[in-house]
C-alpha cells in the first residue's frame, strides 16, 4: 500500500543498479504524482485527552485525506508526536488538520519537521567534540 517514494526513503533506492526486484514498479511510481506522504506531527503542547492511536483517520473538509501511522508521547517535547500519511497537498509544515478519534470526535494536529528533536543534530555534535576534547 505504500512506496519507498511514498515514505521519503527515495535515498535509498540505487535506481541506477543493473537490475532489482520491484525496478520496473519504482520506475512507473516514479512517473506519476504521489498519493500519499509520511510527515511527522504534533498535537497541541496542552492537549489532555485520549490520544489517537495508530490508524485512525485524518479528515480534511469532511474528507478522508490520511491515516495516522504512530504516536507517543514524548516526555523530552512533553507533547504527543507521531508519523501520519497525508495528501502531499496538505503535507506542508505548520498544516493544521484533524484526527478523527473512535468516539468520532476531532481533534487537531499540526505536521511538524522530523526529527522532532534536535533536527541540527547539535546534542550529538556536542558529546562528540567533548569526547575528542578528553582523548586528546
Known amino acids: 500500500m505504500t512506496t519507498p517514494l511514498e515514505a521519503g526513503l527515495a535515498w535509498a533506492i540505487k535506481a541506477d543498479k543493473p537490475f532489482f526486484l520491484g525496478q520496473r514498479s519504482l520506475q512507473i511510481l516514479q512517473q506519476r504524482p504521489p498519493k500519499q506522504k509520511l510527515v ?7 492537549y ?3 490520544p489517537p ?3 485512525h483517520l485524518i479528515i480534511d473538509r469532511g474528507e478522508i485525506v ?3 501511522t504512530s504516536i507517543a508521547f514524548s516526555p523530552t ?3 504527543y508526536i507521531g508519523l501520519a500519511y497525508l495528501k502531499p497537498e496538505l503535507a506542508n509544515i505548520n ?3 484533524s484526527i478523527r478519534l473512535s468516539d468520532r470526535s476531532l481533534i487537531s494536529a499540526t505536521v511538524s ?8 543534530n547539535s546534542r550529538q555534535k556536542a558529546v562528540t567534540n567533548l569526547r575528542q576534547e578528553v582523548t586528546v
Open 40 to 46: 511527522g506531527f504534533m498535537l497541541a503542547a496542552d
Open 53 to 55: 492511536q495508530e490508524c
Open 113 to 120: 519537521p522530523t526529527p522532532f528533536y534536535d533536527p541540527d
Open 48 to 50: 489532555q485527552g485520549t
Open 95 to 97: 498544516h493544521s488538520f
Open 77 to 79: 517535547l512533553n507533547r
Open 66 to 68: 490520511g491515516r495516522i
